[in-house]
């Protein structure tokens, strides 16, 4: 969930550091600092709060330009102890210096054997147990310091080591991202290649296992005790993708951009006949897997894990097969069954989400086929899976996802799609008409981006109120999950998504005239009576209703709303897509009215990497 950046060249480091940091903000953090090794020893800058606190610091003391050639960078997201500078990373003992991304799950009892031996503590961090262990077995020579030490801990890391005497850094990965970044007469380490994209394209990625040595000229990764050769892979993206391009957040920019996303999510993929669906991903199973195939598993976190349950709904109506949504979180934890042969697919926008990682190693132990849905070429679950689709979506920058989402709503009808083929569930025609609809999604997108002031004008009146509940039945009870989880999470406003016929079943007990409810009713067919009976039930106690509906419904609906939106008709399948635009822009415009900080939420993290 951290952010790691080191740096050995001969560039302005601070400078090289600092913007690396800024690169990584997006991430979430609470606090930031860095490390500098000079000829006189190693400088040590840390802040809690913003990376421009951290800048301050730097002004203050002038270090900008600093005589250095070696430093690391990191920021936090508080774990073990509160956000504090003394608990801001890096960590220090003796002549080792450090930063940690992820969780030391033995530190308590390190802790206590380091502390009897003599060793003293300044923090109440897991990682610097493991500054001081590194410096135990510190005797002159730090790749072998740092692989004794790492023989203690238990747990996970992503972790960057310099020490005083040494013109190197040391990394280490296990379960936490770390890729090497390559360039002339320098190299780089880092937790995601966003910070250092503004210097080298190929980059390495590590493996769990592997330490690295880096230098100015050259690099050594050691895994078990043997040298390892790892490919070379080139970032494909510009850095344009990391700007906001006159938009006011980048949330805003990735709610905006989401037709051309949606492209790039179908690029390549529509066979010319329009009859076929081509997943590169998919090439090294045999059809027969396919067409025997009896069970899916699907596995995700928040956002992802709401894309799942739409996942659930197309497969089993399509293939007619059983298929579980299942919180990755808590996968591992609740003896799940998994039977040998059923495809268990990890569904994650940065690919290193720890849970969705470790759900998706649980599913492989128990006789599972690993399959991923990730954004992140090269990511943890994309190389662990082996098999599945790439989002093509480009760099999400907000923490709050949007785009991603709506590109793994395609993605797995672009998968339903291609197994109803296999299975002989879709004919010929039935694909073509079902290819022509997925078409036209990013123009429908286009429209249903049209509708933004209308939604501002609906957020300027519930900017203020403090509860919400969103409602859905069907393809839409997804829909309303997410679209409650981004109001919650970038306007810190209570909301609920629930299948609408639950609502009786509890939450109504909350309505009144300071609790809109937001339904999502695009595809009502024979529950049309039902959905309608629900708002007639919200009325009735007083209370506002924003209906997300299109104009086939405006008879219906209209009279029962307070304010309506009409969204561009698709297909049931593809309705998610569209429906959940004006449900981001909504809490994006609440947020911003608000004032609050829409693309750096308090407490969140754009990739959690710890459990």
Same mark, same amino acid.
């Given at each position: 969930?951290?952010?790691?950046? =080191?740096?050995?060249?001969?560039?302005?480091?601070?400078?090289?550091?600092?913007?690396?940091?800024? $690169?990584?903000?997006?991430?979430?953090?609470?606090?930031?600092?860095?490390?500098?090794? &000079?000829?006189?020893?190693? &400088?040590?800058?840390?802040?809690?709060?913003?990376?421009?606190?951290?800048?301050?610091?730097?002004?203050?003391?002038?270090?900008?330009?600093?005589?250095?050639?070696?430093?690391?960078?990191?920021?936090?997201?508080?774990?073990?102890?509160?956000?504090?500078?003394?608990?801001?990373?890096?960590?220090?003992?003796?002549?080792?210096?450090?930063?940690?991304?992820?969780?030391?799950?033995?530190?308590?009892?390190?802790?206590?054997?380091?502390?009897?031996?003599?060793?003293?503590?300044?923090?109440?961090?897991?990682?610097?147990?493991?500054?001081?262990?590194?410096?135990?077995?510190?005797?002159?020579?730090?790749?072998?310091?740092?692989?004794?030490?790492?023989?203690?801990?238990?747990?996970?890391?992503?972790?960057?080591?310099?020490?005083?005497?040494?013109?190197?850094?040391?990394?280490?990965?296990?379960?936490?991202?770390?890729?090497?970044?390559? =360039?002339?007469?320098?190299?780089?380490?880092?937790?995601?290649?966003?910070?250092?994209?503004?210097?080298?394209? $190929?980059?390495?990625?590590?493996?769990?296992?592997?330490?690295?040595?880096?230098?100015?000229?050259?690099?050594?990764?050691?895994?078990?005790?043997?040298?390892?050769?790892?490919?070379?892979?080139?970032?494909?993206?510009?850095?344009?993708?990391?700007?906001?391009?006159?938009?006011?957040?980048?949330?805003?920019?990735?709610?905006?951009?989401?037709?051309? &996303?949606?492209?790039? &999510?179908?690029?390549?993929?529509?066979?010319? #006949?329009?009859?076929?669906?081509?997943?590169?991903?998919?090439?090294?199973?045999?059809?027969?897997?396919?067409?025997?195939?009896?069970?899916?598993?699907?596995?995700?976190?928040?956002?992802?894990?709401?894309?799942?349950?739409?996942?659930?709904?197309?497969?089993?109506?399509?293939?007619?097969?059983?298929?579980?949504?299942?919180?990755?979180?808590?996968?591992?934890?609740?003896?799940?069954?998994?039977?040998?042969?059923?495809?268990?697919?990890?569904?994650?926008?940065?690919?290193?989400?720890?849970?969705?990682? *470790?759900?998706?190693?649980?599913?492989?132990?128990?006789?599972?086929?690993?399959? =991923?849905?990730?954004?992140?070429?090269?990511?943890?679950?994309?190389?662990?899976?082996?098999?599945?689709?790439?989002?093509? *979506?480009?760099?999400?920058?907000?923490?709050?996802?949007?785009?991603?989402?709506?590109?793994?709503?395609?993605?797995? #009808?672009?998968?339903?799609?291609?197994?109803?083929?296999?299975?002989?569930?879709?004919?010929?025609?039935?694909?073509?008409?079902?290819?022509?609809?997925?078409?036209?999604?990013?123009?429908?997108?286009?429209?249903?981006?049209?509708?933004?002031?209308?939604?501002?004008?609906?957020?300027?009146?519930?900017?203020?109120?403090?509860?919400?509940?969103?409602?859905? $039945?069907?393809?839409?009870?997804?829909?309303?999950?997410?679209?409650?989880?981004?109001?919650?999470?970038?306007?810190?406003?209570?909301?609920?998504?629930?299948?609408?016929?639950?609502?009786?079943?509890?939450?109504?007990?909350?309505?009144?005239?300071?609790?809109?409810?937001?339904?999502?009713?695009?595809?009502?067919?024979?529950?049309?009576?039902?959905?309608?009976?629900?708002?007639?039930?919200?009325?009735? $106690?007083?209370?506002?209703?924003?209906?997300?509906?299109?104009?086939?419904?405006?008879?219906?609906?209209?009279?029962? *709303?307070?304010?309506?939106?009409?969204?561009?008709?698709?297909?049931?399948?593809?309705?998610?897509?569209?429906?959940?635009?004006?449900?981001?822009?909504?809490?994006?415009?609440?947020?911003?009215?608000?004032?609050?900080?829409?693309?750096?939420?308090?407490?969140?993290?754009?990739?959690?990497?710890?459990?």
């Amino acid at each position: 969930m951290c952010g790691i950046i =080191g740096y050995v060249g001969s560039k302005d480091l601070v400078s090289v550091l600092l913007n690396g940091l800024k $690169r990584l903000e997006y991430r979430g953090y609470d606090s930031a600092g860095m490390a500098i090794k &000079t000829n006189l020893g190693i &400088t040590l800058l840390k802040s809690e709060g913003k990376i421009t606190n951290l800048e301050s610091i730097i002004k203050e003391q002038n270090l900008a330009g600093l005589d250095g050639n070696i430093g690391i960078a990191h920021t936090r997201w508080a774990t073990h102890g509160k956000p504090t500078t003394i608990n801001a990373h890096p960590h220090s003992a003796g002549s080792i210096s450090l930063v940690h991304n992820g969780i030391i799950e033995n530190y308590q009892e390190l802790r206590i054997i380091l502390e009897e031996e003599g060793f003293k503590f300044k923090s109440d961090t897991d990682s610097e147990v493991l500054a001081h262990l590194i410096n135990k077995f510190y005797n002159g020579n730090l790749p072998q310091a740092v692989e004794k030490a790492l023989n203690e801990v238990e747990g996970t890391y992503g972790a960057a080591v310099i020490s005083k005497e040494d013109n190197m850094i040391v990394g280490a990965k296990k379960g936490s991202p770390l890729i090497l970044g390559i =360039g002339s007469g320098e190299h780089f380490l880092a937790s995601s290649e966003i910070p250092i994209r503004d210097h080298t394209r $190929r980059i390495i990625s590590l493996k769990d296992g592997d330490i690295i040595t880096i230098t100015k000229d050259k690099y050594n990764i050691v895994s078990l005790g043997q040298r390892q050769e790892r490919e070379i892979e080139t970032i494909e993206w510009d850095t344009e993708a990391l700007e906001k391009k006159g938009y006011k957040h980048f949330m805003l920019k990735e709610i905006h951009t989401q037709p051309e &996303t949606l492209t790039e &999510t179908l690029r390549g993929r529509i066979e010319p #006949n329009k009859k076929n669906i081509h997943l590169g991903g998919f090439d090294n199973l045999p059809g027969e897997y396919f067409e025997q195939l009896n069970r899916i598993i699907l596995l995700g976190c928040g956002t992802s894990w709401h894309a799942c349950k739409v996942g659930k709904y197309l497969f089993e109506k399509t293939l007619r097969i059983p298929v579980a949504a299942e919180y990755a979180s808590e996968f591992r934890y609740q003896n799940p069954v998994v039977n040998p042969g059923d495809m268990v697919m990890a569904v994650s926008q940065s690919g290193d989400t720890a849970d969705t990682l *470790a759900a998706l190693q649980e599913g492989i132990r128990r006789g599972g086929v690993p399959f =991923g849905m990730v954004n992140v070429v090269g990511s943890q679950i994309a190389r662990e899976a082996d098999k599945g689709i790439y989002l093509h *979506a480009g760099p999400e920058i907000g923490v709050a996802s949007t785009k991603a989402f709506t590109s793994q709503v395609l993605a797995f #009808n672009l998968l339903n799609l291609y197994l109803g083929i296999i299975r002989n569930k879709i004919s010929d025609e039935e694909a073509q008409d079902m290819i022509v609809a997925i078409e036209s999604i990013p123009s429908k997108v286009r429209e249903a981006l049209l509708l933004e002031n209308e939604i501002k004008a609906v957020a300027e009146e519930y900017c203020n109120h403090s509860n919400f509940l969103y409602l859905g $039945r069907g393809l839409n009870f997804p829909v309303a999950l997410e679209g409650a989880l981004k109001l919650k999470e970038i306007s810190y406003i209570h909301a609920e998504g629930y299948p609408a016929a639950e609502m009786k079943h509890g939450p109504i007990a909350l309505i009144d005239n300071n609790m809109p409810s937001v339904f999502v009713a695009t595809e009502m067919n024979s529950s049309c009576s039902k959905i309608i009976s629900n708002m007639e039930q919200v009325r009735s $106690r007083n209370g506002k209703i924003i209906a997300i509906t299109t104009e086939d419904y405006s008879s219906q609906i209209g009279p029962l *709303a307070d304010h309506t939106i009409y969204v561009p008709n698709v297909q049931e399948y593809l309705s998610p897509i569209v429906n959940v635009i004006p449900l981001q822009l909504l809490a994006y415009h609440i947020a911003d009215m608000k004032g609050l900080d829409v693309d750096k939420p308090r407490n969140l993290a754009k990739s959690v990497t710890v459990e």
